[in-house]
């Protein structure tokens, strides 16, 4: 029985030594532009400010919009680190499939928050060009 636990117990609770490095996550922000001009930046899949312990539970065994998050964010790394047009379209894509249909353009940035002092500095690392948004929703079915 201690000989299972001490196999079973490393894949329950991982060691930070399994991660490279520990940084700050990108996180996408996007705005959608129309004939009228641009809107404004507004964050992909905000976290919500507060869980229930219900909530919490459920989370850990059935999040399936947190695995497709922590995708996003392996395609942002990505795009920082080596630009690729497969990391491109699947933010764009993962993106646009949550918005609803519309004439616009998306277009997204990536953006690293950091504390200095007391302030949180907000610093763009990439952004996007504009791409339609209906062939962008049409390439999501």
């Not at 899949?45 to 065994?61: A, E, I, K, V």
Request: proline residues 10%; contains cysteine; positive net charge.
């Amino acid at each position: 029985m201690l000989r299972l636990l001490s196999l079973l117990l490393p894949a329950l609770i991982p060691s930070w030594r399994f991660f490279k490095t520990v940084a700050p996550s990108p996180r996408i922000e996007y705005r959608l532009i129309g004939p009228d001009g641009a809107g404004g930046w507004q964050e992909d899949r905000p976290r919500p400010r507060h869980l229930s312990f219900g909530q919490m539970l459920r989370r850990m065994l059935w999040n399936p919009d947190w695995n497709e998050q922590l995708y996003l964010v392996s395609c942002s790394e990505r795009l920082i680190e080596a630009p690729s047009q497969h990391s491109l379209d699947e933010i764009n894509i993962r993106v646009a499939r949550l918005l609803p249909p519309g004439p616009q353009q998306l277009q997204f940035r990536l953006v690293f928050l950091s504390r200095e002092g007391d302030q949180i500095v907000k610093l763009v690392e990439y952004e996007s060009t504009p791409v339609p948004l209906c062939a962008l929703q049409e390439a999501a079915r």
